[in-house]
């Protein structure tokens, strides 16, 4: 995926101090993820990747098991840093060849591994304990290309060393569906990227949120279109595996990120629905089905919306999906309206959305899949702006007159929500379409 490092199988690794966050004694699930190439065969089991010694500060291995010179991807973890359960896979690996391995722990007291994408039948290795329902505690460091760091708190005790190419190591402190699973052995079996390009399409960019891990901090998501708008996720939206890189999954019930809360939004966001050109571009995936048209102007199911406090409600955008429909709903002082797509969305499929807005013209362009779907003429007035209004703007819900982000929540997964002060052409929209490929 881009680039991995080579290990020598004699000294080289990576080191990682032990922290917080690497130590997942009190998770109820992990998972640990890597691509791997063996340049050679080697008689012994190889480490990838762990929390582990050779003494009594054990937690977790990810790694290659050789039996009899055959090797096997495999996963060890203890419950009391001493004592080990071990597993291995079913699928021979081969050398000169690239494999996509991935092991689980669960609380449950279940182990599982994957090998490109396959769920594989378990054998036990040798194992002391049985499967455990908590992991112990360990302050050792995280080593990448050996599996032991002997009784030192650091890697330099180069205990079966790996020999081959690493690359796009990920530690879990929960343990990942198969389809998560699967979807991380396609984003590396197609050769894809898996963060969002920064570098792409940023002309007239006023408003983007990856969700990627680099483009998170605790409960701030950044915003990475230069302009500073951090959101702030709210009632619990969690991360999961995206369309490009790291999504955000919402419950439909109360998740949402907070952009703007009851404020003057930026200048950039102000005349946005003032005869000014603007777009909106998102890739979601839900499965909600249809509650039937509300007969209002805002979307049934909400990605992102701008609206303000005022008494007249001037709102430039509600970007979302209404009776399993693509949407635009905008409304000033007694006159709205919503525009609709003809292509349904809620087919629990990845699916890219855009909408292409002329100012001038009053029309909007639907996009679906980085292909045009149908052109809106635009009601509702000609400027829907909020101006310097007291505001709103959040992903995952709309706001209501005073303020409130309880109703219209979305629920299913949203990547890589983007705000343009310019209407993108057709070929930009496909071109964003195909960054998730």
């Given at each position: 995926m881009n680039?991995?490092?080579?290990?020598?199988?004699?000294?080289?690794?990576?080191?990682?101090?032990?922290?917080?966050?690497?130590n997942?004694?009190?998770?109820s699930?992990?998972?640990?993820?890597?691509?791997?190439?063996?340049?050679?065969?080697?008689?012994?089991?190889?480490?990838?990747v762990g929390?582990?010694?050779?003494?009594?500060?054990?937690?977790w291995?990810h790694?290659?098991d050789s039996i009899?010179?055959?090797l096997?991807?495999?996963?060890?973890?203890?419950?009391?840093g001493i004592?080990?359960?071990?597993?291995r896979?079913?699928t021979?690996?081969?050398?000169?060849?690239w494999?996509h391995?991935v092991?689980?722990w669960?609380?449950?007291?279940?182990?599982?591994?994957?090998?490109?994408g396959?769920l594989?039948?378990?054998?036990?290795?040798s194992?002391?304990?049985?499967?455990?329902?908590?992991?112990?505690?360990s302050?050792?460091?995280?080593c990448?290309?050996?599996?032991?760091n002997?009784s030192?708190n650091?890697c330099?005790?180069?205990?079966?060393p790996f020999?081959?190419l690493?690359?796009d190591v990920?530690?879990?402190?929960?343990?990942?569906s198969?389809?998560?699973?699967?979807?991380?052995y396609n984003?590396?079996?197609?050769?894809?990227?898996?963060?969002?390009?920064?570098?792409a399409?940023?002309s007239?960019?006023?408003?983007?949120?990856t969700f990627?891990?680099?483009?998170?901090a605790?409960?701030?998501?950044?915003?990475?279109s230069?302009?500073?708008?951090?959101?702030?996720?709210?009632?619990?939206?969690?991360r999961?595996l995206g369309r490009i890189?790291?999504?955000?999954?919402f419950?439909?019930?109360?998740?949402f990120v907070?952009?703007?809360?009851?404020?003057?939004?930026?200048?950039?966001?102000q005349t946005?629905?003032?005869?000014?050109?603007?777009?909106?571009s998102a890739w979601?995936?839900?499965s909600?089905a249809?509650?039937g048209?509300?007969?209002?102007?805002?979307?049934?199911?909400?990605?992102?919306?701008?609206?303000?406090?005022?008494?007249n409600?001037?709102?430039?955008?509600s970007?979302?999906?209404?009776?399993?429909?693509?949407?635009?709903?905008?409304?000033?002082?007694?006159?709205?309206?919503?525009?609709?797509?003809?292509?349904?969305?809620?087919d629990?499929r990845?699916?890219?959305?855009?909408i292409?807005v002329?100012?001038?013209?009053?029309?909007?362009?639907f996009?679906?899949?980085?292909v045009?779907?149908?052109?809106?003429?635009?009601t509702?007035?000609?400027?829907?702006?909020?101006?310097?209004?007291?505001?709103n703007m959040q992903?995952?819900?709309?706001s209501?007159?005073g303020g409130?982000?309880?109703?219209?929540?979305?629920?299913?997964?949203?990547?890589?929500?983007?705000?343009?002060?310019?209407?993108l052409?057709p070929?930009?929209?496909?071109?964003?379409?195909?960054?998730?490929?």
């Amino acid at each position: 995926m881009n680039q991995a490092l080579k290990f020598d199988g004699s000294d080289d690794y990576v080191e990682a101090p032990n922290s917080a966050s690497l130590n997942l004694s009190g998770s109820s699930g992990i998972t640990i993820s890597s691509w791997v190439y063996l340049i050679s065969s080697p008689s012994t089991s190889k480490g990838i990747v762990g929390l582990w010694d050779n003494g009594s500060d054990r937690q977790w291995s990810h790694e290659v098991d050789s039996i009899s010179g055959v090797l096997y991807a495999g996963l060890s973890v203890s419950s009391d840093g001493i004592l080990r359960a071990s597993r291995r896979g079913d699928t021979i690996l081969n050398q000169n060849t690239w494999y996509h391995i991935v092991t689980t722990w669960r609380s449950n007291a279940t182990m599982e591994i994957y090998v490109n994408g396959a769920l594989q039948t378990l054998t036990d290795v040798s194992s002391t304990e049985s499967i455990p329902t908590s992991l112990n505690s360990s302050t050792r460091t995280v080593c990448t290309g050996l599996k032991n760091n002997a009784s030192a708190n650091n890697c330099t005790t180069n205990t079966q060393p790996f020999g081959g190419l690493i690359d796009d190591v990920r530690i879990y402190n929960r343990a990942l569906s198969q389809g998560e699973i699967t979807r991380l052995y396609n984003i590396g079996a197609a050769s894809k990227i898996s963060t969002t390009r920064k570098d792409a399409l940023s002309s007239g960019l006023v408003g983007h949120w990856t969700f990627d891990g680099q483009d998170m901090a605790g409960e701030r998501a950044y915003d990475r279109s230069g302009q500073g708008n951090t959101g702030l996720l709210t009632s619990g939206p969690t991360r999961t595996l995206g369309r490009i890189g790291q999504a955000l999954s919402f419950d439909g019930s109360d998740d949402f990120v907070d952009i703007f809360n009851s404020q003057t939004v930026p200048s950039t966001f102000q005349t946005i629905g003032n005869a000014n050109n603007y777009s909106l571009s998102a890739w979601i995936k839900t499965s909600k089905a249809a509650n039937g048209d509300e007969g209002f102007w805002f979307c049934e199911s909400t990605i992102i919306e701008l609206r303000d406090e005022d008494a007249n409600t001037n709102t430039p955008f509600s970007f979302g999906i209404e009776d399993t429909f693509l949407c635009l709903g905008r409304s000033v002082s007694d006159a709205e309206a919503r525009f609709l797509g003809t292509i349904a969305i809620n087919d629990g499929r990845w699916h890219h959305v855009a909408i292409s807005v002329n100012g001038v013209t009053a029309v909007a362009g639907f996009y679906l899949d980085g292909v045009f779907d149908v052109a809106r003429s635009l009601t509702a007035g000609s400027n829907v702006s909020v101006g310097t209004q007291t505001s709103n703007m959040q992903i995952g819900v709309r706001s209501r007159d005073g303020g409130q982000r309880d109703e219209n929540l979305f629920d299913g997964l949203i990547d890589d929500v983007r705000i343009y002060s310019r209407a993108l052409s057709p070929a930009e929209i496909t071109r964003l379409y195909n960054m998730g490929w």
